[in-house]
């Protein structure tokens, strides 16, 4: 035992502080297993109760009933009063739960042992003071794109530029413009939540030990170079391209969670011949879109799988689909469509054979199980960072991006002839479809022993060591 870590048998201690939300777990959950099985680190991951949603919890416990040797931290949150934040969204009020629980961080990490901390970013400011108190390196995992590492590593530069106008385009020095209308909505209005935590989050991103971004080289080289480079801030800690983490097969992570045999349908389907539809896990699609989208997928005259989310949280999802999406819709489409309000394990889809376009919110882990699946994207963001993550998309020709395609909180919905346009140019587009396997490619030499993300990996795995 040394006086910062537990590494009885040499190996370092790496203690992981994910925060809520899927978006934001199951990359740790990646990490962690990445950490563990393959880089020879003793890892535990702090598991905040109560999770937000089921499927969070039942995604922490198939996790740790696969890997064994990942250890359990649970960390129970303190009383929060969420009356202060009339209406605010119910991930941003658990990111403001965790941050006030922070002094109950040092007891737990005390008792731990840990020789490394790897925390969720919207934790940042809370976790590097009491890592720094405690005299342990403090990493933050990146969960969304590099172009949105630069546009929160160079905010409050923006925010000091540009006192009292308001938000503009953003031109980050050296990587490139974010417009107006791709900042994530909740950055527009100074006195968010999220806004608030978003800026404190990034004005402490200087003082982590690294940072690690869950993308790689044929996705995001520029950016993160530029990063390197300092041209966005000065001095920025070193960046580790550690992605795509790669999902964790198991079947102890992944069975019983689903009842509808969308397995067996796709194996029913001919090769490349269905549209997968899915926006994420954390947010609901108004009704007037939603029956656009049914009316698009229906028109473009594809075989599709649509999961479809019309609430927010997942426990409290009991609208029926036939209101949803239309009176006889679910039974016009019947032969070649499956709509589902379950959860799906997303990866087994994209890497079906028979699937042959993602339309995608553009959510990073969707964006990243893609392209390792070098499946083509229909990039059709909402909310938060999906616009820049899109464009992300569409720059390294994983996907099409209409971005004058309406999002969350406009008064208009993308139409669903607009919609089955697309999805028809986009099946028939032979291009598209060798540049998208082409990514997957890349993205499995990136990881693969010796890989540009993996060696990456593997020096944060010394810088641990290093560190014990
Ligand atoms: N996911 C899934 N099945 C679903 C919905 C989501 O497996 O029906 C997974 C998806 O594969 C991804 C994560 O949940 O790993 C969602 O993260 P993402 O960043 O794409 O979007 P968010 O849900 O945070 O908006
Ligand atoms: C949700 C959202 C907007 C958004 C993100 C969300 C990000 C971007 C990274 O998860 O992940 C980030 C989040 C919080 C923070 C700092 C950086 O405090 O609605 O951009």
Redesign the pocket.
Known sequence: MTSSGDVADGRPHVVLIPSA?M??LVPFGRLAVALSSVHGCDVSVVTVLPTVSTAELKHLEGLFDAFPAIRRLDFQLAAFDASEFPGA?A??LR?EAIRRSAPLFGPLLAGAGASALVTD??L?SIVIPVAKEMRIPCHIL???SAA??SL?AYFPTYLEDNAGSGIGDVDIPGVFRIPKASI????HDPNHL?TG??V???RSLANAAGILVNTFDALDLETVAALQQGSAVSSFPPVFSVGPLLPVCSPAVNEAKNPANYIEWLDAQPARSVVYVNFGSRKAILGVQLKELAAGLEASGHRFLWVVKSTVVDKDDAAELSELLGEGFLERVQKRGLVTKAWVEQEEVLKHESVGLFVSHCG?NSVTEAATSGVPVLAFPR???QR?NAGVVARAGLGVWVDSWSWEGEDWVVSGEDLSEKVKAMMADEVLRKTAASLGVAAAAAVANGGSSYRCLADFARLCLAAT
């Open positions: 939300g978006g934001h969204d991930f941003f990111f970013v919207t940042t990146f969960t969304s949105m590492l929160c994530p909505q909740a950055l999220f935590q978003f404190e989050n990034s990073w909310m938060g960072d820049v």
